[in-house]
């Protein structure tokens, strides 16, 4: 039964005007919690997970490979996107999703969505609907259907929206345009497809807080992001914590084989498979011997460690 409201829920947006007007412009708080179902802990207003800020920051440090493992093993093999230009690219962007869809624009439904959105007190031209939702934290994501030329979803001005708010960038599968004032807002970064000096024409809203794809991937409301230089990955907010303890615990686990190996006290094939009683020991007295290079508290640790096979 969960699974068939799901279904009718998301196909109510994708339907005629009437039904996006019986609807609004963004999902309602009972279809995100539908299909987001998973996540236990708290949420926003609109519905979308908040997953805690302590795991946003740790999720910066690990890789994005680290991460893209520990999905594929849970079963989550559409949730990276590569190719992307960026406007800083060594910079790292982590936060919770806003997801949004644009579609090329047609009157007969651009109408009725622009009707709506002043009903609902909607301000302004619909690209920047979004902006007013976002919170400290959140991503800006957006299905551009890659559109380049006149495709440019926000200029320097949004930008500068978007950063106060959220304290963060974008990612859209679409472009920007003001790239110069935009590499000027201190903290603000783009994923995008391109950058052109034209102007949004011939898009429209779609669907806002509603699931949404970006290239190969499947983004939720209050996904957690990772955006790096080698792409980005959507983690569903129910796995964050597994996700971003596996892949620290791994990188320690690298840390103190590189470690033991420059130090000769291990070979490398004693290091590179799996690890004999004494290693783990090592190991473990090593991680009690360096706090500082612990990222996870020693509860997440003791837990996980209860079901780690090594």
């Not at 009437?18 to 412009?25: C, E, F, P």
């Not at 190719?83 to 007969?108: C, E, F």
């Not at 991503?139 to 440019?152: E, L, P, R, S």
């Not at 840390?255 to 590179?272: A, M």
Request: glycine share 10%.
């Amino acid at each position: 039964m969960k699974r068939l409201f799901l279904l009718l829920s998301l196909c109510s947006f994708y339907t005629t005007s009437s039904s996006l007007l019986a609807q609004s412009v963004q999902a309602t708080k009972e279809q995100v919690l539908a299909y987001t179902g998973e996540w236990k802990g708290e949420r926003y207003p609109d519905g979308r997970p908040k997953v805690p800020e302590d795991l946003i920051k740790r999720l910066k440090d690990i890789s994005i490979e680290e991460a893209w493992g520990v999905l594929r093993n849970e079963g989550y093999h559409t949730q990276y996107e590569g190719n992307w230009q960026i406007i800083h690219p060594d910079k790292v962007m982590a936060g919770r999703a806003l997801p949004v869809t644009y579609l090329p624009a047609r009157p007969d439904m651009e109408g009725p969505i622009k009707e709506q959105g002043k009903k609902e007190g909607r301000r302004g031209s619909s690209n920047s609907w979004p902006i007013d939702m976002l919170n400290e934290g959140d991503v800006y994501v957006a299905d551009g259907f890659g559109k380049i030329a006149w495709g440019t979803l926000i200029g320097d001005n949004l930008g500068n929206s978007i950063y106060t708010k959220s304290k963060n960038g974008v990612i859209f599968d679409g472009s920007v345009r003001d790239l110069e004032g935009l590499s000027q807002i201190d903290g603000f970064n783009a994923w995008v497809r391109g950058f052109d000096p034209s102007y949004i024409q011939n898009m429209m809203v779609g669907c806002i807080n509603c699931p949404t794809r970006i290239g190969n991937a499947t983004v939720l409301p209050g996904d957690l992001v990772l955006a790096k230089k080698g792409g980005i990955i959507f983690i569903p907010a129910h796995l964050a914590e597994k996700v971003i303890v596996n892949s620290e615990f791994i990188a320690l686990r690298d840390k103190f084989g590189h470690q033991r190996l420059r130090e000769k006290k291990y070979t490398p094939g004693e290091i590179d498979q799996a690890w004999n009683d004494t290693i783990k020991a090592d190991f473990m007295k090593w991680i009690n011997e360096n706090p500082d290079k612990v990222p996870m508290t020693k509860q997440q640790l003791d837990n996980f460690l209860k079901n780690r096979t090594w």
